[in-house]
């Protein structure tokens, strides 16, 4: 029955092996585990370099991606078109395209009309199948082997092997794929691929290579192109054919075999025997199993195949004794002289399998107590992100979960809060606003913006919040008096942090503080840290007007007041916090609002880049 399909790439023709030991491949579409598979295998059959020239990651702009190859990491280089690759690596003749079933196509033809490309798997299932025509199409003209779609690839025993074929390490070692034996096989199924590998190995000496053609309707390659081939390369000594039921590409092989143009022995079984058995059509795992009559029922392809020569067995039970019986024949006559067995070397366990597995102890790189996103949701502070909404938390209450591993009350969530609120932002002209404005003008980025403001902050621009409550906790708990804490400050030459203000004074109070202290009083259930600030103020304005109890520092005696009055932290807890610097932490996050805000504001008004008049400036010698 003659095939209305035109042959293969190569269909007839006198082609033979497709792969070495030194074949190279361009990896389009970076997926980190089949290139990995690949390297490992590579490292099984004892190859020297890696099979993986280059990785084509569109729209990349270079660089590298690390694997590893046996004991050693390497890095295979990256582009970002396959005609750079092509060029970069000409060496390189089989193209491995992990594309979407939606890229496919495009990526496909354009590694097709490379000059150096000459074999192209296609993984991805569901290409359109006027797509995949082209494809053949341009393929026959061009002598360029086409396997896939809708594949897992193909293995050269001990020398090569495309993405996930054969599976895991482990079952490339059972079946002895990291050396060649003496078996063709070609299967329209990569699972069932992998299965008779296995079969193959325990029946015979192993496969010397391995095609999965690939299940869609329209594979680029077909049964009887690779058994062709195996005809052709005088290692392969026998044939195992997988087909399976629907379309009628199983009858080309009939069709080579009643020509004569195979003589090697074929063992062939077509699965899907049981689509008899229900009453409507059947349509199986693959895009092409189906039947489509009795033609293309496997019963009519067994036969079929029986009578044109092939060795076909009663049931897929029976695959294996027949490929072991005429395995057994073949070695009795002298045909095959078994493969050696040989010890593969070890392939080192990942870090994370060995984990999972007890093998190894890893230490951890860093070490998180505030938060967790390994569960459902992510939590704070053990707490999840379902409760947090379901309790109207806010803003404070993320901070003393994250910061303080607390959950405060109310009432001192609702400080922190008044404290962001407050310090949000003073204005365009101090120099983190200033900074930030500058920078803003100059065309930079949101985030330049806010670094360039957040840098200027330190021991005279809103940083005083720690030292304000180191220094005022270190007086208070020693009892020492305002006036002998002032005076001692002022002979080591050092200002009182927390107190003066440019432009706040006796008379003219910074409103932020009096509304903190007027909070303090009502909520606290102690002030003593802030009258303990007061009483300094009271002596320092004996010195000047403007040395008043400036935000910093009011808010450095009042978070004194509220952790140690709160009852939630030991003494120690309360020093820890002010000699680590979570207050001034609170001034940064509360003034990143007022810094965003002011890029924004600038680009808004697409203010020009900033310059400083020469009359604003001192010029001197």
């Not at 072991?324 to 009795?332: A, I, P, R, T």
């Not at 259930?525 to 935000?551: C, F, G, H, M, W």
Request: proline letters at 5%.
């Amino acid at each position: 029955m003659a095939n209305p399909r035109s042959p293969g790439a190569f269909g007839l023709s006198h082609a033979g092996q497709l792969f070495t030991k030194e074949t190279q491949a361009i990896f389009y579409n970076w997926k980190q585990l089949p290139v990995q598979r690949m390297l490992d295998f590579d490292f099984l059959c004892g190859r020297k370099v890696p099979s993986v020239a280059v990785i084509v990651q569109p729209g990349s702009q270079g660089g590298f991606q690390k694997v590893f190859f046996g004991r050693e990491e390497v890095a295979i280089p990256q582009v970002g078109s396959i005609e750079e690759a092509a060029a970069a690596f000409p060496k390189a003749d089989v193209f491995v395209n992990f594309a979407s079933f939606r890229s496919a196509f495009e990526s496909s033809l354009e590694a097709l009309k490379q000059p150096t490309i000459r074999v192209c798997a296609i993984i991805a299932e569901g290409v359109p199948e006027r797509d995949t025509k082209q494809l053949i199409a341009y393929a026959q003209q061009h002598h360029k082997i086409i396997i896939g779609p809708a594949t897992v690839g193909g293995v050269q025993a001990g020398a090569f092997k495309i993405g996930d074929a054969a599976g895991t390490l482990d079952n490339i070692v059972a079946c002895k794929l990291y050396r060649p034996g003496s078996v063709g096989f070609v299967s329209k199924s990569g699972g069932m691929s992998n299965e008779m590998y296995n079969v193959v190995a325990r029946a015979a000496d192993g496969i010397y290579e391995g095609i999965a053609i690939g299940g869609d309707a329209f594979p680029g390659s077909t049964l009887s192109d690779h058994c062709l081939r195996y005809q052709n390369i005088p290692q392969v000594k026998m044939i195992v054919v997988l087909g399976e039921i629907g379309g009628r590409d199983e009858y080309s092989l009939v069709d080579a075999l009643k020509a004569g143009r195979i003589t090697k022995p074929v063992v062939a079984w077509v699965s899907g025997t049981c689509a008899k058995l229900f009453k409507s059509e059947v349509q199986f795992g693959h895009a092409g199993a189906k039947s489509g009559g009795d033609a293309e029922s496997a019963q009519a392809k067994n036969s079929a195949l029986a009578a044109a020569g092939a060795i076909v067995p009663g049931s897929f039970e029976e695959l294996e004794g027949t490929i072991c019986k005429v395995y057994g024949e073949l070695v009795g006559r002298g045909v095959i002289v078994p493969a050696k067995d040989v010890s593969p070397p070890e392939v080192p366990m990942d870090l994370g399998a060995a984990k999972k597995l007890g093998k190894v102890r890893a230490p951890t790189h860093i070490i998180c107590t505030i938060s967790d996103d390994r569960g459902e949701e992510p939590t704070y502070g053990g707490v999840t992100m379902s409760e947090l909404m379901e309790q109207d938390a806010n803003v404070g209450e993320a901070i003393g979960l994250l910061w303080f591993k607390r959950r405060l009350p109310r009432y001192a969530t609702k400080f922190i809060e008044m404290c962001v609120v407050l310090c949000a932002d003073h204005g365009p002209c101090v120099s983190g606003a200033h900074n930030t404005i500058v920078t803003a003008r100059a065309g930079k980025d949101l985030i330049s913006c806010l670094v360039s403001g957040l840098l200027t902050i330190g021991p005279r621009f809103g940083g005083a919040i720690d030292d304000a409550a180191r220094y005022f906790k270190q007086a208070c708990d020693a009892g020492q008096e305002a006036d002998d804490f002032v005076e001692a400050m002022k002979r080591k030459g050092i200002r009182v942090p927390g107190i003066g203000h440019r432009i706040k004074s006796k008379d003219n109070r910074d409103k932020r503080v009096e509304l903190l202290q007027r909070y303090a009083r009502k909520h606290f259930p102690s002030t003593r840290y802030l009258d303990y600030a007061i009483t300094v103020e009271n002596y320092t304005l004996q010195k000047a007007a403007n040395l008043v109890l400036n935000v910093d520092g009011c808010i450095g005696a009042l978070f004194l007041d509220l952790l140690s009055s709160v009852g939630m932290f030991t003494p120690a807890e309360v020093q820890e916090v002010v000699d680590i610097g979570y207050l001034n932490g609170l001034f940064v996050l509360a003034r990143s609002i007022g810094l965003i805000g002011h890029a924004l504001d600038q680009k808004r008004l697409q203010q020009p880049l900033f310059r400083y008049p020469w009359d604003e400036v001192l010029y001197t010698k």
